[in-house]
């Protein structure tokens, strides 16, 4: 085999096992039915839109925001802000924005790098810089008023550092924290068994081919297609559900550029959050996780318990990693009781 062949294969086999971590997958034509499905279903998954709002960080790339305004709204109620994880988009809420959106205002943003938020140095992908953009939306568009902070996977993380960096805002402020299917350290090994091992032991082979030859991994992904859509369902789910919410997840992370995946991943392995869990102290912390999520399984949820008294850990059984997707009305019911128990 030619090098360069086999480069595009090895960069191949890094985006597919990337995407099993919540990373890049293919748009072939085969997605693009899928697309057209879950666009036509009841449930109009990714349709759900608010006030848009562009909020500059403090490097200069533009975060895309959207905020949603009840028609009636209690003074004393919170506002509601969401963070999304790695490779996905503000709309991955859609069933708890759908819940919430007559009763709370909300706030939604796209991480940067991330949905229609803009792209930045690969060395700014830090978790530092994402509290900084959670600190510069929070400036903005919920500069006043009681705040709770909801995040899935790394937009967990993005909190996590916020908190630590923002202690008069967490205990003047903050009225309930809700950590979905996150971590707070020990992520070296994301993917379990061989594949896992292989992408922890490999990974800066694999991901700076990656970063250096963006056109490889494209072949990569083609060739790759069918598997990285399997492992998006396999990874992403515990169990069966609605085809178009597999399709929807999968366009998410379709959208990401292959940069996503190298730039944020020294992130995610070299996390380590557990002293910022301190600054959690005394306000209410709800921490859900899916008995089948193999990304962040339930450990990291009982270790995160464990070092925060005022805690309490929800195992959704059967569920995996997109919990607030294939879990709605469970999601949706302990957020709502998160919100109320101020």
Request: with cysteine; proline share 5%.
């Given at each position: 085999?030619?090098?360069?062949?086999?480069?595009?294969?090895?960069?191949?086999?890094?985006?597919?096992?990337?995407?099993?971590?919540?990373?890049?997958?293919?748009?072939?034509?085969?997605?693009?039915?899928?697309?057209?499905?879950?666009?036509?279903?009841?449930?109009?998954?990714?349709?759900?839109?608010?006030?848009?709002?562009?909020?500059?960080?403090?490097?200069?790339?533009?975060?895309?925001?959207?905020?949603?305004?009840?028609?009636?709204?209690?003074?004393?109620?919170?506002?509601?802000?969401?963070?999304?994880?790695?490779?996905?988009?503000?709309?991955?809420?859609?069933?708890?924005?759908?819940?919430?959106?007559?009763?709370?205002?909300?706030?939604?943003?796209?991480?940067?790098?991330?949905?229609?938020?803009?792209?930045?140095?690969?060395?700014?992908?830090?978790?530092?810089?994402?509290?900084?953009?959670?600190?510069?939306?929070?400036?903005?568009?919920?500069?006043?008023?009681?705040?709770?902070?909801?995040?899935?996977?790394?937009?967990?993380?993005?909190?996590?550092?916020?908190?630590?960096?923002?202690?008069?805002?967490?205990?003047?402020?903050?009225?309930?924290?809700?950590?979905?299917?996150?971590?707070?350290?020990?992520?070296?090994?994301?993917?379990?068994?061989?594949?896992?091992?292989?992408?922890?032991?490999?990974?800066?082979?694999?991901?700076?081919?990656?970063?250096?030859?963006?056109?490889?991994?494209?072949?990569?992904?083609?060739?790759?297609?069918?598997?990285?859509?399997?492992?998006?369902?396999?990874?992403?789910?515990?169990?069966?559900?609605?085809?178009?919410?597999?399709?929807?997840?999968?366009?998410?992370?379709?959208?990401?550029?292959?940069?996503?995946?190298?730039?944020?991943?020294?992130?995610?392995?070299?996390?380590?959050?557990?002293?910022?869990?301190?600054?959690?102290?005394?306000?209410?912390?709800?921490?859900?996780?899916?008995?089948?999520?193999?990304?962040?399984?339930?450990?990291?949820?009982?270790?995160?318990?464990?070092?925060?008294?005022?805690?309490?850990?929800?195992?959704?059984?059967?569920?995996?990693?997109?919990i607030m997707l294939e879990r709605d009305e469970d999601v949706t019911k302990l957020l709502a009781e998160l919100v109320r128990s101020?």
């Amino acid at each position: 085999m030619k090098r360069p062949l086999l480069r595009a294969g090895v960069a191949g086999a890094a985006a597919a096992t990337a995407a099993a971590a919540g990373a890049v997958a293919t748009a072939t034509a085969q997605r693009r039915r899928a697309r057209k499905r879950w666009k036509g279903e009841p449930h109009g998954l990714g349709t759900l839109r608010g006030d848009e709002v562009t909020v500059i960080a403090d490097d200069g790339v533009p975060l895309h925001v959207e905020v949603d305004e009840p028609a009636v709204r209690d003074a004393d109620s919170p506002t509601l802000i969401f963070v999304h994880g790695w490779v996905l988009s503000l709309d991955c809420w859609h069933f708890q924005r759908l819940a919430f959106r007559s009763t709370y205002r909300m706030v939604f943003y796209d991480q940067r790098c991330h949905g229609r938020s803009g792209s930045a140095e690969p060395t700014s992908c830090t978790v530092q810089n994402l509290a900084r953009d959670l600190e510069r939306v929070i400036e903005t568009v919920a500069h006043d008023g009681p705040i709770v902070l909801i995040g899935h996977s790394m937009g967990g993380m993005t909190i996590m550092e916020y908190a630590k960096e923002h202690p008069d805002v967490m205990k003047e402020r903050v009225t309930g924290i809700a950590l979905l299917g996150t971590s707070a350290g020990d992520l070296g090994q994301v993917l379990p068994g061989r594949a896992g091992q292989l992408l922890k032991n490999r990974a800066e082979t694999l991901f700076s081919v990656g970063a250096r030859a963006p056109r490889l991994v494209r072949a990569g992904r083609r060739a790759t297609a069918g598997p990285a859509y399997w492992i998006t369902k396999h990874f992403a789910f515990g169990g069966e559900v609605p085809q178009e919410y597999v399709a929807f997840t999968d366009a998410m992370i379709s959208a990401s550029s292959a940069s996503v995946v190298w730039d944020f991943w020294p992130l995610i392995a070299g996390l380590d959050e557990y002293a910022s869990l301190a600054s959690f102290e005394g306000i209410p912390v709800l921490v859900v996780v899916g008995s089948k999520d193999l990304l962040t399984p339930v450990h990291h949820a009982r270790r995160i318990n464990e070092l925060v008294p005022s805690s309490r850990v929800e195992v959704l059984e059967g569920a995996g990693h997109m919990i607030m997707l294939e879990r709605d009305e469970d999601v949706t019911k302990l957020l709502a009781e998160l919100v109320r128990s101020k």
